[in-house]
């Protein structure tokens, strides 16, 4: 079992940055792919970034490439997601999650949740 709770969402004007933290619980953190999704209001949870157990590989959904960074820390059981360069447009509650296996995209192959932490970006 693997518990997260995200944190270091916030307000913040256009152009700025965040850096989101989720730290995790649990016996296997370092063997998970951890992953950050996104809701907007009216729309369903979309898949932002991935990063394999390692650190070793990553991947972006287009919209973010170039602006967002994950990381993770596995002695802190840790993983961030540094946002920059922020648009409206990326107001949203993010959430991470963890996935014992691959690099997937797909919501439905991840298997822990956390309880999200809201972003807005103003214009």
């Known amino acids: 079992q693997v518990q997260l709770v995200e944190s270091g969402g916030g307000l913040v004007q256009a152009g700025g940055s965040l850096r989101l933290s989720c730290a995790a619980s649990g016996r296997f953190f370092s063997g998970y792919t951890m992953g950050w999704f996104r809701q907007a209001p009216g729309k369903e949870r979309e898949f932002v970034a991935a990063i394999s157990w390692s650190g070793g590989r990553t991947y972006y959904a287009d919209s973010v490439k170039g602006r967002f960074t994950i990381s993770r820390d596995n002695a802190k059981n840790t993983v961030y997601l540094q946002m920059n360069s922020l648009k409206p447009e990326d107001t949203a509650v993010y959430y991470c999650?963890?996935?014992?296996?691959?690099?997937?995209?797909?919501?439905?192959?991840?298997?822990?949740w956390g309880q999200g932490t809201q972003v807005t970006v103003s214009s």
């Open positions: 999650a963890a996935t014992p296996t691959g690099l997937p995209v797909d919501i439905r192959q991840y298997n822990f």
